[in-house]
Nanobody, 127 residues
């Protein structure tokens, strides 16, 4: 089992920045990739960003590409999501996720690929 705990959410004005953190514990050696997904009220959970175990590969949704950056520190078992130029449409609960199955560039963009989820952290962007 892998436990994930997110932090860093909050209220920010449009154009501002936030950095989310995800601390992993448990059998972290079993994970092959980490991701961030989000869910806005009344909408389905959607992929935001993912990073391979080594950190050498990253993927982003079109809606956040160029504004968000995912990174990880394996020595601290922590994954980050730096969010810049935030927009009101970025308002959502952000979830950290980990997957242990064989990964490719397509699979890690699917929310269903992930095996473990954090409890989520609220991000609210005011206009």
């Amino acid at each position: 089992q892998v436990q994930l705990v997110e932090s860093g959410g909050g209220l920010v004005q449009a154009g501002g920045s936030l950095r989310l953190s995800c601390a992993a514990s448990g059998r972290t050696v079993s994970t092959s990739a980490m991701g961030w997904c989000r869910q806005a009220p009344g909408k389905e959970r959607e992929f935001v960003a993912a990073i391979s175990r080594s950190g050498g590969f990253t993927a982003y949704s079109d809606s956040v590409k160029g504004r968000f950056t995912i990174s990880r520190d394996n020595s601290q078992n922590t994954t980050y999501l730096q969010m810049n130029s935030l927009k009101p449409e970025d308002t959502a609960v952000y979830y950290c996720a980990a997957g242990g199955k064989v990964a490719d560039a397509g699979l890690i963009r699917r929310t269903g690929w992930y095996d473990y989820w954090g409890q989520g952290t609220q991000v609210t962007v005011s206009s």
